[in-house]
């Protein structure tokens, strides 16, 4: 059974910068393409970052370019979003998910091509 799990949110003020973990179980990260995901409240859940597996291909919404970064490390089955200089407008709560296998990151990412998801982990930013 695949499991994910992300951790790393928390209440943090506008500037600061927090790292995002996603850890998998019961499947190997090598063959999978991650993604992160994030919903505010009162909005459709939109597609953050990507990071294809074979060649490390990533994919950053224009709303973050710049300012979070998306890894892998493989050997530890985990990835991470790199965010910083937050913004309040980056509230929101935090998905990774892991692609359908043989997906490769697509310039816009949709939920549809994820199979496996965790339960989000909450980001505020204060003003």
């Known amino acids: 059974q695949v499991q994910v799990e992300e951790s790393g949110g928390g209440l943090v003020q506008a500037g600061d910068s927090v790292r995002l973990s996603c850890v998998a179980s019961?499947?190997?990260?090598?063959?999978?393409?991650i993604g992160w995901f994030r919903q505010a409240p009162g909005k459709e859940r939109e597609a953050v970052s990507c990071?294809?597996?074979?060649?490390?291909?990533?994919v950053y919404a224009d709303s973050i370019k710049g300012r979070f970064t998306i890894s892998r490390d493989n050997a530890k089955n985990t990835a991470y979003l790199q965010m910083n200089s937050l913004k309040p407008e980056d509230t929101a709560v935090y998905y990774c998910?892991?692609?359908?296998?043989?997906?490769?990151?697509?310039?816009?990412?949709?939920?549809?091509?994820?199979?496996?998801w965790g339960q989000g982990t909450q980001v505020t930013v204060s003003s």
């Open positions: 019961g499947i190997s990260l090598d063959y999978y393409a």
């Open positions: 990071i294809s597996s074979a060649d490390g291909y990533t």
């Open positions: 998910a892991i692609g359908e296998l043989g997906y490769y990151c697509a310039d816009s990412p949709q939920s549809v091509d994820f199979a496996s």
